[in-house]
T-cell receptor, first 112, second 113 residues
Framework: QQQVKQSPQSLIVQKGGISIINCAYE??????FPWYQQFPGKGPALLIA?????SEKKEGRFTISFNKSAKQFSLHIMDSQPGDSATYFCAADSGGYQKVTFGTGTKLQVIP | KAGVTQTPRYLIKTRGQQVTLSCSPI?????VSWYQQTPGQGLQFLFE???????NKGNFPGRFSGRQFSNSRSEMNVSTLELGDSALYLCASMDSGQRDEQFFGPGTRLTVL
């Protein structure tokens, strides 16, 4: 059972545009929501994370928006660059010992 | 510090064989988790080891097993390989395992023919 639904599966954005990736979850026990970035041939790397006590977190060009009542969160990449081309995974963690649930991933391509 | 290393990087096996994958965590990290990554399913959690003990397990059949050694290095074994086991197997290490950042290795690409 997929507990974290991620969309879109793929995304093409022009350089300088805004990339938006959405995730939705069902388990209300989730209380930590990280995003990972994965380049070809590499493992995922933590990009940014948020806890549900805040509605938004920004780090540079990357922003997470969180809607607790709708059980949705999204990643916004402002001023997207070709170097941002990668696969992005949202994830959710319910605490305890390492049981993170990942979304299915979004392959982002930023074209010049 | 050196990152997480996984060996081998690529493997080709045939159905029915077994395979062992290895992961060396970041020095000082005691938690090692294993994930299976496939195009359709994304990353799926296999199991997590901390100080040589399996602390958590995902929903995979018993053909998938693992262990951790006293130096925190971990191995994952898959017996009686099936075509559907073809995937990228990722290892991630953390310091204590509770809400610490996970550091992923580059993965082992397993192809089952």
């Amino acid at each position: 059972q997929q507990q974290v639904k991620q969309s879109p599966q793929s995304l093409i954005v022009q350089k300088g545009g805004i990339s938006i990736i959405n995730c939705a979850y069902e388990n209300t026990a989730f209380d930590y929501f990280p995003w990972y970035q994965q380049f070809p041939g590499k493992g995922p790397a933590l990009l940014i994370a948020i806890r549900p006590d805040v509605s938004e977190k920004k780090e540079g060009r990357f922003t997470i928006s969180f809607n607790k009542s709708a059980k949705q969160f999204s990643l916004h990449i402002m001023d997207s660059q070709p170097g941002d081309s990668a696969t992005y995974f949202c994830a959710a963690d319910s605490g305890g010992y390492q049981k993170v649930t990942f979304g299915t991933g979004t392959k982002l391509q930023v074209i010049p | 510090k050196a990152g997480v290393t996984q060996t081998p990087r690529y493997l080709i096996k045939t159905r029915g064989q077994q395979v062992t994958l290895s992961c060396s965590p970041i020095s000082g990290h005691r938690s090692v988790s294993w994930y299976q990554q496939t195009p359709g399913q994304g990353l799926q959690f296999l199991f997590e080891y901390f100080s040589e003990t399996q602390r958590n397990k995902g929903n995979f059949p018993g053909r998938f097993s693992g262990r951790q050694f006293s130096n925190s290095r971990s191995e994952m074994n898959v017996s009686t390989l099936e075509l559907g086991d073809s995937a990228l197997y990722l290892c991630a290490s953390m310091d204590s395992g509770q809400r610490d950042e996970q550091f992923f290795g580059p993965g082992t690409r397993l192809t089952v023919l």
